[in-house]
């Protein structure tokens, strides 16, 4: 909690005053900040107990400013597992955000189909997940003080905000999937029999991140709503190597997409 009060006031006197929407940036996913109108913006290395981001492709700012006439803090890149980060680290800028003020959180990331319908280039709203990481970021001592230590699961996307975004995509002839989001600890990408797995189990998609960051948003009782841009296909029939260079590509081909949904939401609800 020192921790928070300490970060929260550091933001503070830089200018983050009263934002009402969260929004956590994923991999290839940067464009969204061209249709903000920029008030502060201040590098993660910078702002006290924050984590460094490490992986070259997430940029690694928080940004304050205005979007569709909401005041909004923008993670421009987000922390992983895989990086070396505890569960608390990863979600820490989650909780910074609901104590500088905002009422929504929107999270955006790029993922692998495993849903052999849903195709490289498409987006897929996430209503439900399975958390492989292998730990929760609500397991340790004192976090009682933060919330409820049993947090309910049983609806963790906000229903009124995914029925928005739904609607949003059927007016804009907007291609959306509906499905579950694994996460997995990563770096490497899945083998064809963890492919089969995930499939088996229920996943339509897969990636390794945002999990934590609903979990946390639940456990602040934060109305949180996500998407996932659907980067590679992950059949295990049919299955060609990958690398990240042609996963960013194919979050930046689908990123305007994603930029009319998360715009539109903003604009529509009420905060």
Known sequence: MRHIEQTVKYLKNKGFEAPEVGIILGTGLGKLLEEVNILEEVS????????????????????????EGKKVVIMQGRFHLYEGYSLQDVTFPVRIMHHLGIKKLLVSNASGSINTTYKKGELMLIDDHINLLGGSPLAFK??????????????????????????????????????VYASVLGPQLETRAEYR????????????????????????????????????????????????????AMAAKAEPDMIILFKELIKAIEV
């Open 142 to 179: 004192g976090v009682s003080q933060h919330g409820e230590r049993f947090v309910d699961m049983s609806c963790p996307y906000d229903k009124k905000m995914s029925d928005k975004i739904e609607k949003i995509a059927q007016q804009h002839s907007i291609k959306l999937h509906k499905g």
């Open 197 to 248: 797995m995930l499939k088996t189990i229920g996943a339509d998609a897969v990636g390794m991140s945002t999990v934590p960051e609903i979990i946390v948003a639940n456990h602040l009782k934060l109305p949180v709503a996500a998407v996932s841009v659907l980067t590679d296909e992950g059949d295990p029939d049919n299955l060609e190597p990958v690398d990240i260079k042609s996963i960013i």
């Open 44 to 67: 993660y290395n910078q702002i006290p107990n924050f984590p460094t981001a490490t992986v070259e492709f997430h940029k690694g700012h928080l940004i304050y400013g205005e979007l």
